[in-house]
């Protein structure tokens, strides 16, 4: 499994309000990708000037949470070795996808949570 990218992810349903306080730090948005599926989703990818990255997602929760972004080279590869390490599909087994990537948030069996993402090119 090749590991292309990895970086924290914050979701919350004020993602506009933490854009804001990353862009006081310094960052700016290298990446958007609003508007890409069916929902009103909105993921950012903010960067500084040391290159340190940020993902911010608008996601409808009762509160901000943490989770770390893991892109891969295949995704299906990554997905079933995760699979047997014992972490869950929050979507069973369904993936969210647009036309330039394919997800799928997993879950340790300890709590923590990967956003698995694969770029297609």
């Known amino acids: 499994m090749k590991i292309t990218g990895f970086n924290p992810m914050i979701v919350s349903n004020k993602a506009e309000d933490i854009i804001q306080l990353f862009e006081e730090m310094g960052f700016s948005i290298q990446h958007d990708v609003s508007g890409q599926t069916e929902s009103d989703y909105r993921a950012v990818v903010m960067k500084d000037a040391d290159q340190n990255k940020v993902d911010i997602a608008q996601i409808e929760t009762e509160r901000d949470s943490m989770l770390l972004r893991m892109n891969v080279d295949d995704f299906q590869e990554a997905y079933e070795f995760l699979i047997q390490k014992g972490f ?21 069996p300890s709590g923590f949570v990967i956003s698995l993402i694969q770029h297609i090119k």
Not at 88 to 108: E, F, L, Q, W
């Open 88 to 108: 869950v599909n929050t979507r069973g087994d369904g993936t969210v996808g647009t036309a330039t990537s394919k997800a799928a948030t997993m879950v340790s």
